[in-house]
């Protein structure tokens, strides 16, 4: 009964292993971060919900969760030959540990807990990005367009021309547009040739005191645009506190920490 029970396909033939792994993958990520930003939420507004874990009097982020998830998945899809229902689970459990540690994507870049800080807001512009070129791959779009057949000169210097208009899109501050240009040259090109954000790498090397000022104001937080970022941001993953508000030490002193 065991053995019959474990030979079942989870998802029947419909998936295989590539863009089927790619897509369990991909929707395993999207529930657990959504899980686990709800979870902190509630830990963050509700005395009822248990919140987080502590070993030692010392609060273990979600972060580290994903990341074991991610190597004990990892080391398994290289070392063992894995099976329906096998690689499927596998792959969920590694979409799981992508979502978890890039919902903590900001304490990489800060080293220090900013989660419900404005600095806290890049784990999710981590997540969409993330989303986005996961997305993509998942619908068989290939990058640099190299769907395309045609010579090897050609191919390389497409590819050259596009990855250089995605790196200046990049350089510019505009991350997801230079994930999409990956696979949509035409959205790095937009990006490479607009204004860049004034706190990327190209404006301040770049631009000098007035072009600086007019990026300042093409990226205001109050244009119309950007609050319509703030709001979609503030509903996904939660809207910032106004003051610091440490995952870890902003919860009721009688429970434990957001997770």
Same mark, same amino acid.
């Given at each position: 009964?065991?053995?019959?029970?474990?030979?079942?396909?989870?998802?029947?033939?419909?998936?295989?292993?590539?863009?089927?792994?790619?897509?369990?993958?991909?929707?395993?990520?999207?529930?657990?971060?959504?899980?686990?930003?709800?979870?902190?939420?509630?830990?963050?507004?509700?005395?009822?919900?248990?919140?987080? /874990?502590?070993?030692?009097?010392?609060?273990?982020?979600? +972060? %580290?969760?994903? @990341?074991? *998830?991610?190597?004990? =998945?990892? &080391?398994?899809?290289?070392?063992?030959?894995?099976?329906?229902?096998?690689?499927?689970?596998?792959?969920?459990?590694?979409?799981?540990?992508?979502?978890?540690?890039?919902?903590?994507?900001?304490?990489?870049?800060?080293?220090?807990?900013?989660?419900?800080?404005?600095?806290?807001?890049?784990?999710?512009?981590?997540?969409?990005?993330?989303?986005?070129?996961?997305?993509?791959?998942?619908?068989?779009?290939?990058?640099?367009?190299?769907?395309?057949?045609?010579?090897?000169?050609?191919?390389?210097?497409?590819?050259?021309?596009?990855?250089?208009?995605?790196?200046?899109?990049?350089?510019?501050?505009?991350?997801?547009?230079? /994930?999409?240009?990956?696979?949509?040259?035409?959205?790095? +090109? %937009?990006?490479? @040739?607009? *204004?860049?954000?004034? =706190?990327? &790498?190209?404006?301040?090397?770049?631009?000098?005191?007035?072009?600086?000022?007019?990026?300042?104001?093409?990226?205001?937080?109050?244009?119309?645009?950007?609050?319509?970022?703030?709001?979609?941001?503030?509903?996904?993953?939660?809207?910032?506190?106004?003051?610091?508000?440490?995952?870890?030490?902003?919860?009721?002193?009688?429970?434990?920490?957001?997770?």
């Amino acid at each position: 009964m065991l053995a019959a029970i474990l030979s079942v396909h989870l998802f029947g033939n419909h998936l295989a292993e590539g863009r089927g792994a790619a897509f369990v993958v991909l929707v395993a990520f999207l529930v657990s971060f959504l899980a686990i930003r709800t979870s902190a939420r509630l830990t963050r507004s509700v005395s009822w919900w248990p919140g987080g /874990v502590q070993s030692g009097g010392v609060h273990l982020h979600h +972060l %580290v969760w994903g @990341i074991c *998830l991610m190597m004990l =998945s990892g &080391f398994l899809a290289f070392a063992v030959p894995l099976s329906a229902p096998w690689w499927h689970i596998d792959a969920a459990a590694f979409g799981i540990g992508v979502g978890f540690t890039l919902d903590e994507f900001a304490l990489w870049i800060h080293l220090e807990d900013v989660y419900w800080s404005e600095e806290g807001r890049s784990s999710l512009d981590a997540v969409v990005v993330a989303f986005a070129f996961a997305g993509l791959v998942v619908i068989g779009t290939r990058p640099f367009g190299l769907d395309d057949p045609g010579s090897v000169w050609g191919t390389a210097a497409a590819v050259s021309l596009v990855l250089g208009f995605v790196l200046l899109a990049a350089a510019k501050g505009r991350a997801f547009l230079a /994930v999409i240009g990956m696979f949509i040259p035409i959205t790095a +090109l %937009v990006a490479a @040739i607009q *204004l860049a954000r004034p =706190s990327s &790498f190209w404006a301040r090397h770049r631009y000098d005191a007035g072009k600086l000022e007019r990026a300042r104001k093409r990226y205001s937080p109050t244009g119309r645009i950007a609050r319509l970022g703030t709001r979609l941001g503030d509903l996904l993953a939660g809207a910032p506190s106004e003051e610091a508000e440490p995952a870890i030490t902003s919860q009721r002193s009688s429970s434990p920490p957001n997770d």
